[in-house]
Nanobody, 128 residues
């Protein structure tokens, strides 16, 4: 059974970078689409970025385009989220999630309910 663990969160100053890692165990991640989601205090969970099985298709929420990059290393069974030029609005708990319903890649960002496996999250705080 697939399990996901996020790491790399922490406190960072505005404008700084942070790199998140989603590590999978129990199954090979190359059979899944993977997404990063975040939840700010008092807000609903939102999709940040998703990546297809092969890595050739990536999607981003408008607010992070040009600043965040999602990538996957199927050999290492990991998916990364490189976050640059961080803003206070990026603060929240970041979750990675996966689903084997690979035909739903284009719904990943807008419909978190399609994701079947979730990690427990890693907190990111952007503050001076």
């Amino acid at each position: 059974q697939l399990q996901l663990v996020e790491s790399g969160g922490g406190l960072v100053q505005p404008g700084g970078p942070l790199s998140l890692i989603c590590a999978a165990s129990g199954d090979t991640l190359n059979g899944y689409i993977v997404g990063w989601f975040r939840q700010a205090p008092g807000a609903e969970r939102e999709g940040v970025s998703c990546i297809s099985r092969s890595g050739t298709t990536t999607n981003y929420v408008n607010s992070v385009k040009g600043r965040f990059t999602i990538s996957r290393d199927n050999a290492k069974n990991t998916v990364s989220l490189q976050m640059n030029s961080l803003e206070s609005e990026d603060t929240g708990v970041y979750y990675c999630a996966a689903t084997g319903r690979t035909w739903l890649t284009n719904l990943c960002l807008s419909t978190p309910q399609i994701m079947t496996t979730w990690g427990k999250g890693t907190p990111v705080t952007v503050s001076s």
